[in-house]
């Protein structure tokens, strides 16, 4: 069984950074796609950024030139750099692993357990 485990959560000041993590593991799988989603109180969950094994990036307006994704294929991680971060970022923030299993090539989703952000004015 794969599983996502997400790290890097906190509190900081309106403009900090943060960096959040998110690893796979298990054997016999290889990572297709890496996205991040988010979730504050009383509202939806939103995709902020993705990102293929390619490379591939694509980033929800509301982040663009702020966060940046990135992968590390060797170590099954995906990062989410966070920068100038503001009060309205603060939510729940979840990683979502669209994974390939090795042995049939079949595809399936996993999700992590989240990790909270809280940004204070």
């Known amino acids: 069984q794969v599983q996502l485990v997400e790290s890097g959560g906190g509190l900081v000041q309106a403009g900090g950074s943060l960096r959040l993590s998110c690893a796979a593991s298990?054997?016999?799988?290889?990572?297709?796609?890496m996205d991040w989603y988010r979730q504050a109180p009383g509202n939806q969950r939103e995709l902020v950024a993705r990102?293929?094994?390619?490379?591939?990036?694509n980033y929800a307006d509301f982040v663009k030139g702020r966060f940046t994704i990135s992968i590390d294929n060797a170590k099954n991680t995906v990062y989410l750099e966070m920068n100038s971060l503001k009060p309205e970022d603060t939510a729940v923030y979840y990683c979502k692993a669209i994974i390939m299993m090795t042995s049939t090539r079949r595809t399936y989703q996993y999700w992590g357990q989240g990790t909270q952000v809280t940004v204070s004015s």
């Open positions: 298990g054997n016999g799988f290889s990572i297709n796609d």
């Open positions: 990102i293929t094994n390619g490379g591939n990036t």
